[in-house]
Structures are given as structure tokens and as C-alpha cells.
């Protein structure tokens, strides 16, 4: 299955709504995460399971969706959060991972 | 709590092997599949394969077919990746990583990465 992020980059500015889209290849019902990643740091999950939010990661962030079109918005963007972000789909193997959208300071 | 360790990096020649552990603890080893995600250099993140900790049963990315081996030792709680024949650009950082719960799809426990430099 692929995925595919849209945008592959995306200016911002701290306090801006950002939302990134992942579309699936074909339907993986909920079974979609989110990550983000830094330089020199394992990727930390965002959400899981398309929309819930795992315990510690801040209520700016938020996912929905399901079968083939997802998003992950976050509400007002933070300084912290200038990284590049990877949904993953977890439905069908072998899993995969989107090619990556990188938010960038404006 | 949970933690994945990993072993440190390694340096190998092109057509070597490299084996990269992942020591679990905080949790019980055999319910859990266990993940191998690799990140090369400037790229994104790429699934490699997993396995099953009690019945030792895997599954590879195609990509990976014939050269990765992933395997456990339920005595210790660790879990191995070996590939083979290796090309330079297999230069990566190699994470294991556990989902976050049951029926919860999403790596949320991430081994700490291994750097596995490979050059000639």
C-alpha cells in the first residue's frame, strides 16, 4: 500500500493551523499513524489508530479520517514542532511509511 | 516502564554483515510484535520487518527479502536484526520499536537507533 503526503514541505509561522493529508493507495480502514521526526532523535508517535492521541502529546494535535484519506492538523504551531512529519499505515503488510512533509519556519 | 536498548553503531564493508540488538524491558517480552524501521541519511523512514516474540515468526519488507534476519531469545527479552550483504547505501540509523498498546496501531516505544555506517 502506498502513501502519499501532501505537501512534501509546508512554510509556517509559530501559531499558524497547519493540516498535512496522507492518502492511502487503497482502504486501510483506521489503521493509520502519525509521526514526527527530528535530527538525531527516534521518531515520537503522534497519533495512532488515525485519531486517538497518545498520553503526552499535546491536544494541538489531532487526526481523522479513515479507509484511503487522512489528516493530521495541528492547531497553532509551536516552535518545538518545526519537524518533518510521517504517517505510517498499519492495516495491510508489508507496513509503510508517506514519504515525509516537512514544516519549515516561515 | 518501557525501554528498548539498543546496541551502539557499527562500521561494516560493502558485502558484510551487520547485527543490531534491541534489549526490551518494563513490559511482558512475548506480547508484543516487535518492529525494525531504518532512516538513512537525509531520507524518511523506511519499515524493514517484524517479529512475532513468541512464536518467532516474521515478516519482511520486499525490499529486504533474502538479506534481513530477524530472531529473538525469549530468555533475555532481545531481539535481533541481521542483514546481510551490504551495500553502502544501507547506511543508516536502525530503530526497533513496539507498538503503543493492544489493538492500537502506532509504534509508540522506540529503541534509542543504531548507526550502521557502511563503507569501504
Known amino acids: 500500500i502506498q502513501l502519499t503526503q501532501s505537501p512534501s514541505f509546508l512554510s509556517a509561522s509559530v501559531g499558524d493551523r497547519v493540516t498535512i493529508t496522507c492518502r492511502a493507495s487503497q482502504g486501510i480502514r483506521n489503521s493509520l499513524a502519525w509521526y514526527q521526526g527530528k535530527p538525531g532523535k527516534a521518531p515520537k508517535l503522534l497519533i495512532y489508530g488515525a485519531s486517538s492521541l497518545p498520553s503526552g502529546v499535546p491536544s494541538r494535535f489531532s487526526g481523522s479520517g479513515s479507509g484511503t484519506d487522512f489528516t493530521l492538523t495541528i492547531s497553532s504551531l509551536q516552535p518545538e514542532d518545526f519537524a518533518t512529519y510521517y504517517c505510517q499505515q498499519l492495516d495491510t503488510y508489508p507496513l509503510t511509511f508517506g514519504g515525509g512533509t516537512k514544516v519549515e519556519l516561515k | 516502564q518501557v525501554q528498548l536498548v539498543q546496541s551502539g553503531a557499527g562500521m561494516r564493508k560493502p558485502g558484510a554483515s551487520v547485527k543490531v540488538s534491541c534489549k526490551a524491558s518494563?513490559?511482558?517480552?512475548?506480547?508484543?510484535?516487535m518492529h525494525w524501521v531504518r532512516q538513512a541519511p537525509g531520507q524518511g523512514l523506511e519499515w524493514m520487518g517484524e517479529i512475532n516474540p513468541t512464536s518467532g515468526s516474521t515478516s519482511y519488507a520486499q525490499n529486504f527479502q533474502g538479506r534481513i534476519t530477524v530472531t529473538r531469545d525469549t530468555s533475555t527479552s532481545i531481539v535481533y536484526m541481521e542483514l546481510s550483504s551490504l551495500r553502502f547505501e544501507d547506511t543508516a540509523i536502525y530503530y526497533c520499536a513496539r507498538v503503543v498498546g493492544p489493538g492500537a496501531p502506532g509504534l509508540g516505544f522506540w529503541g534509542q537507533g543504531t548507526l550502521v555506517t557502511v563503507s569501504s
Open positions: 518494563g513490559y511482558t517480552f512475548g506480547a508484543y510484535y
